[in-house]
């Protein structure tokens, strides 16, 4: 279906891909794996045609389907209605434009062929059940709420991300190409989408961050390497593939080391016999006859000297494994702190926005060290929730009192508080004043940015990256409560894993909202809240919550089989 072979890019001097070479057959789930900025986006857009590469061959099956979700489909605000945007993204929408234009003039012979060829387009794209089939992705995935005439920009960051989803989906393509697919996804469109995966027939190549997502839906796992630049191919899921590649690094080293030692050896040994040599002829050795005495040491001298060089020439031999080419770990920390208690209390708080949104009147509070998840729906009001915790939006009524000794830090959704058109360098600037150089100059080594990332503008990073940027603005900050909306979004696993680590030492107050399974179960919440019709209730535990939704899960996930069946 899709062969890639020795595919290069570049972007002016700075290398991307090196000889990528890899294939899918029919059917395949594959991960693309690699840390910010190795690529793997790039990559996804130049199998989508979307960007263009330098050198190598890229083969696709004739007329194949291919449908492409980009990694920050939908992040800006759009006047375009809901449903026009699915039929354009399905493609449904220029096929059946194109027919209506014809339709009067099909008397012409030309006219006519050309009507019939954007009729085979719409019928292939399944123009003629666009509705029933987006009725029922548009259930899966909890958007069956959202009226056809509702403008984009109206809809949550999860709404805008499952409406993207769902454009791609209703293509009926033959491989899907999705870049962290499941960003800001509620648990139920996410289980629903792990069964779509699995059964569909297409091929899928994604690029995720979600461990338990890779781990259900691939059985392959392909490796971008930040140095090699290079593609490499293993089996299994996301479990498989890490321990393989943990197995790999090790019995290298391993090698490596055994090899130096050993080589170290020789070259000591060689060495000795040198010196030896060297003593020898200069010895005086008590044989009168000076013939013999000469030759005697010669010999000896020769003989040692044969034998460190042959120890030597072994030696060079040894050098059969390279010095292992291995990142430093990315590990930060966040500073010791005591958080004041109570951290900050909500009284009948009505949080939200004028015109739209509107939660009913809360009132809760949060002590020091807790660590709170608000959990809910998309488009349920977690984000409108934290802002205003938070201070970022005040509330419609009723008050959040915060205590006089809270350093708030956060990690929202959009990162809007980052400005994409200075660098990181002149961002800390602004923030920490005559600190900024000693806090960067630390920071560059935990997050294992280059001079040459801190010196470029922010809206020329991966997304990855920017988001490495405001994780690393919020280890500076010295908060002590910290606001999270989706925090994995967008990173890599090796920064979420490095992350897991520094909060399980965290000290201070978490306020956590995200759909990352495995993130949840790292965070250890202590107090759970639901989100649902503008009102908040306590939640026992997180299984209370999927017991809660299972029911209309199941039964979507039942109705998802029956159309995979029917070929919706």
């Given at each position: 279906m ?11 001097t ?56 980009p ?11 809901f449903i026009?945007?699915?039929e354009r ?7 059946g ?51 056809e ?54 091929a ?25 630049k ?9 479990t ?31 060495e ?46 040894l ?42 009147p ?102 990855g ?22 925090p ?81």
């Open positions: 899709l062969t890639l072979r020795d595919i290069r890019k570049r972007y002016e700075r290398r991307i891909l090196e000889g990528v070479s890899f294939s899918m057959g029919e059917g395949q789930k594959m991960a693309l794996v690699g840390e910010n900025g190795v690529g793997k986006s790039t990559l996804l857009k130049i199998i989508a045609g979307e960007e263009s590469y330098d050198r190598g061959e890229m083969v696709k099956v004739n007329r194949i389907l291919v449908g492409y979700l990694q920050e489909a939908l992040s800006e605000s759009s006047e375009e209605t026009t945007y699915l993204m399905s493609g449904v929408g220029e096929a434009r194109h027919m209506a234009r014809l339709e009067h003039s099909l008397e012409q012979p030309e006219k006519l062929a050309e009507y019939e060829e954007w009729q085979k387009t719409f019928e292939r794209l399944g123009g003629y059940q666009f509705r029933q089939r987006a009725r029922g992705i548009l259930e899966g995935l909890a958007l069956s709420h959202i009226s005439d509702c403008p984009l920009d109206q809809l949550s960051g999860g709404e805008r991300r499952k409406t993207a989803l769902a454009g791609v989906l209703l293509r009926g393509v033959d491989l899907l190409l999705l870049d962290e697919p499941t960003n800001n996804l509620d648990l139920p469109a996410l289980l629903w989408l792990e069964r779509y995966v699995t059964k569909t027939k297409a899928c190549l994604v690029a995720s961050h979600d461990r338990q997502f890779l781990d259900t839906v691939v059985s392959r796992v392909i490796e971008l390497d930040s140095l090699t290079k593609a490499t191919l293993y089996a299994g899921g996301w498989e593939y890490a321990a393989m590649k943990a197995h790999q690094v090790r019995t290298y080293l391993e090698a490596y080391r055994a090899q130096e030692t050993e080589k170290a050896r020789v070259l000591a040994s060689s000795e016999k040198r010196e030896w040599a060297d003593i020898g002829s200069k010895q005086v050795m008590p044989d009168n006859d000076h013939m013999s005495q000469g030759y005697h040491r010669d010999r000896s001298e020769r003989k040692l000297g044969t034998q460190a060089k042959t120890l030597t020439s072994r030696a060079k031999r050098n059969k494994l390279d010095r292992p080419a291995v990142h430093d770990p990315i590990l930060f920390s966040f500073p010791e702190t005591e958080a004041p208690a109570p951290v900050l209390s909500a009284t009948d708080v009505v949080f939200g926005y004028p015109v739209g949104f509107q939660s009913d809360v009132t809760f509070s949060l002590s020091a060290g807790q660590r709170v998840g608000f959990f809910g729906l998309n488009g349920a009001g977690k984000s409108t929730l934290l802002r205003t915790l938070s201070g970022e939006l005040a509330p419609l009524s009723g008050s959040v009192d915060r205590s006089e000794d809270i350093v708030i830090g956060n990690l929202m959704q959009e990162h809007e508080d980052i400005n994409r058109a200075k660098t990181p360098a002149q961002i800390f600037e602004r923030r920490f004043g005559e600190e900024a150089e000693a806090k960067l100059r630390i920071l560059l080594r935990q997050f294992r940015f280059s001079i040459d990332l801190a010196e470029t503008r922010v809206k020329y990073l991966s997304p990256e920017r988001v490495r940027v405001a994780l690393a603005l919020l280890v500076a900050s010295g908060a002590n409560t910290l606001f999270f909306d989706e994995t979004n967008h990173l890599d696993l090796e920064t979420i894993e490095a992350m897991e680590e520094a909060l399980e030492d965290f000290s201070g107050t978490i306020v956590l909202v995200t759909h990352d399974r495995r993130f949840i179960e790292h965070m250890r919440l202590d107090v759970l809240f639901l989100l649902e019709a503008g009102s908040i209730e306590p939640l026992v535990n997180l299984e209370a919550y999927r017991e809660r939704l299972m029911p209309n899960i199941l039964r979507n996930l039942k109705r998802l089989d029956e159309r995979i069946e029917k070929k919706f």
